[in-house]
């Protein structure tokens, strides 16, 4: 596994820092879901474009609290791309080989909260590598309360959730939700690790258990998880693409760099589902 360690020069206030690879073990899940096993199937049909292999569907933190009008971090706009998403994973005119849709899903201490820091949202602090005390602290941006395990914010909204459990049910395609952030003591911006590197989520595996080798990713944020999850997808060995009209981004004023990263990354970026074809 190829794990992202590069730091990202953005003005965007998100990652200050990724450090030297380490292997954790002994961390504890705050929660697990109570998720059907994968079904091991062929796809049906056409694949998406003639010139991908095994295609992976990635729905990135679509959850109540990075939605308006409520939501503790809200994206503007995020609700308008929720059809196309639905779209792009039921219809039967794309032709996934499997699904993954992932959460933020943070205890009520997590180290990123504000909150946990007696603090104001959006200040910085410095923190210590959760296994090698001896490595350089990272800076940490401190969030308000978010996607806070079994909330309300840490839901999909009603009708996503409804068309997911719709594909989970049907097991036509293999289909996974992948939590990340369940571990107090890191932060998590991609849906395959945590920031250090150490721990892992189980995305990658269920990928390579389905024979995945591209992956397609939409959600919140472009600027955020969109961007680090769709970085380590390619990091990890799969042509990644990602449909920058089905994201929606912290701060737009930004994309211009936020897309060159992406490229420098080996990421493609396209802006419509038909530019996949």
Request: proline share 5%; glycine share 6%.
């Amino acid at each position: 596994m190829i794990l992202l360690s590069e730091q990202f020069s953005f003005e965007v206030k998100f990652i200050s820092e990724w450090m030297s690879q380490y292997i954790g073990n002994g961390f504890k899940c705050y929660k697990e879901y109570d998720i059907p096993e994968p079904l091991e199937a062929e796809s049906s049909g056409e694949q998406l474009t003639t010139d991908m292999g095994k295609t992976a569907l990635l729905i990135i933190d679509l959850q109540e609290d990075f939605l308006p009008p409520n939501g503790s971090l809200a994206v503007k706009d995020g609700r308008t791309i929720i059809p196309g998403i639905i779209d792009l994973m039921t219809s039967d005119k794309y032709k996934w080989d499997a699904i993954v849709a992932t959460k933020d899903w943070h205890p009520v201490d997590h180290i990123s909260f504000a909150s946990t820091h007696k603090k104001e949202p959006f200040t910085e602090i410095l923190v210590e590598n959760p296994v090698d005390k001896t490595q350089p602290p990272m800076t940490q941006v401190l969030w308000p309360d978010h996607c806070v395990q079994n909330s309300k914010g840490s839901d999909f909204p009603p009708e996503f959730q409804s068309a997911f459990d719709k594909v989970l049910s049907e097991q036509k395609v293999p289909a996974k939700l992948v939590l990340k952030g369940y571990l107090q003591d890191r932060e998590y911006y991609s849906c395959f690790q945590d920031v250090w590197g150490i721990h892992k989520t189980e995305c990658t595996q269920f990928l390579k258990d389905n024979g995945i080798t591209d992956v397609v990713s939409v959600g919140i944020a472009y600027d955020y998880c969109v961007l680090n999850s769709s970085i380590d997808s390619a990091k990890n060995g799969f042509k990644t693409t990602v449909i920058h009209g089905l994201t929606k981004s912290v701060s737009p004023e930004n994309e211009e760099k936020v897309t060159e990263s992406y490229k420098s990354h080996n990421v493609k970026v396209v802006e419509t589902v038909s530019d996949l074809f």
